[in-house]
């Protein structure tokens, strides 16, 4: 990935990862425009990186989408790079009855929010040089956490979203890029002080090291691991995995 130079929208920019990316291609004298649904965090944001902007984005809803990428070529035409991070993580104790409200916000955040993005500025994308989308999926698209089970569906249908649409946007030039954080320090299911987690400028600071290496996925230490579970024998790490999580302080 050009490293610079680039105009970069990036959805879920005032917190977490998004912040951490934001900052990092700001710091390296991209054109960073993040969005979210608080305002107050993205204020945060723009505050504390003079020269960075922000757009008002629900990115749950289709009309808030459309009207969001209108606002976004207009004020910004030379956007070359999406990055679709924003999501939510919830407990969905799915051993029981799932509650509707919770499935369907999630499915709505993670996966829908991606393509109705990508799909309202993939034309424009086409034809501006150095073109990349990324989607920031999770390990847990390849091991799943029980007690979260929805997330981890939605972020294993990204990645398959993801793998389409490299193929399908490869002849027009646009890269596709996977970002599958491990868990890291944010504050989806308050893990600000997880110790189990990676601190979060640790994983910025290797995820920017592989985009520039040019990966098709972004796979920070221990998600290489995970990344290579899914097979014939794969709920062995599934179980174990989920047992260490049962095993620790409780989540959420």
Same mark, same amino acid.
Do not use: C
């Given at each position: 990935?050009?490293?610079?130079?680039?105009?970069?929208?990036?959805?879920?920019?005032?917190?977490?990862?998004?912040?951490?990316?934001?900052?990092?291609?700001?710091?390296?004298?991209?054109?960073?425009?993040?969005?979210?649904?608080?305002?107050?965090?993205?204020?945060?944001?723009?505050?504390?990186?003079?020269?960075?902007?922000?757009?008002?984005?629900?990115?749950?809803?289709?009309?808030?989408?459309?009207?969001?990428?209108?606002?976004?070529?207009? +004020?910004?035409?030379?956007?070359?790079?999406?990055?679709?991070?924003?999501?939510?993580?919830?407990?969905?104790?799915?051993?029981?009855?799932?509650?509707?409200?919770?499935?369907?916000?999630?499915?709505?955040?993670?996966?829908?929010?991606?393509?109705?993005?990508?799909? *309202?500025?993939?034309?424009?994308?086409?034809?501006?040089?150095? *073109?990349?989308?990324?989607?920031?999926?999770?390990?847990?698209?390849?091991?799943?956490?029980?007690?979260?089970?929805?997330?981890? *569906?939605?972020?294993?249908?990204?990645?398959?979203?993801?793998?389409?649409?490299?193929?399908?946007?490869?002849?027009?030039?646009?890269?596709?890029? @996977?970002?599958?954080?491990?868990?890291?320090?944010? +504050?989806?299911?308050?893990?600000?002080?997880? @110790?189990?987690?990676? &601190?979060?400028?640790?994983?910025? *600071? @290797?995820?920017?090291?592989?985009?520039?290496?040019?990966?098709?996925?972004?796979?920070?230490?221990?998600?290489?691991?995970?990344?290579?579970?899914?097979?014939?024998?794969?709920?062995?790490?599934?179980?174990?995995?989920?047992?260490?999580?049962?095993?620790? &302080?409780?989540?959420?």
């Amino acid at each position: 990935m050009r490293m610079t130079g680039n105009t970069i929208f990036i959805t879920g920019g005032g917190s977490g990862i998004g912040r951490g990316l934001a900052e990092a291609f700001h710091r390296l004298g991209n054109k960073v425009i993040i969005s979210g649904r608080r305002k107050e965090r993205l204020q945060e944001t723009l505050d504390a990186n003079p020269g960075m902007a922000a757009i008002e984005l629900d990115i749950t809803n289709s009309e808030s989408i459309q009207t969001a990428a209108a606002t976004l070529l207009a +004020e910004h035409p030379a956007l070359n790079v999406l990055i679709n991070n924003a999501g939510i993580m919830l407990l969905d104790e799915a051993e029981g009855p799932v509650d509707d409200a919770l499935a369907l916000s999630t499915v709505t955040t993670n996966l829908l929010g991606p393509i109705r993005m990508t799909s *309202a500025l993939v034309e424009h994308l086409k034809a501006r040089p150095d *073109a990349m989308i990324a989607n920031v999926s999770s390990v847990l698209g390849f091991v799943p956490m029980a007690v979260s089970a929805v997330y981890s *569906a939605t972020k294993a249908a990204l990645h398959s979203y993801t793998l389409s649409l490299r193929y399908l946007l490869s002849p027009h030039g646009i890269r596709l890029v @996977e970002i599958a954080p491990p868990w890291v320090r944010t +504050e989806l299911l308050n893990s600000s002080e997880e @110790e189990r987690a990676i &601190p979060l400028d640790q994983f910025i *600071a @290797e995820a920017m090291k592989q985009l520039e290496s040019g990966a098709d996925e972004v796979l920070v230490a221990p998600a290489e691991a995970m990344r290579a579970n899914p097979g014939p024998n794969e709920h062995t790490w599934v179980k174990q995995f989920n047992d260490m999580i049962a095993a620790g &302080p409780a989540l959420g």
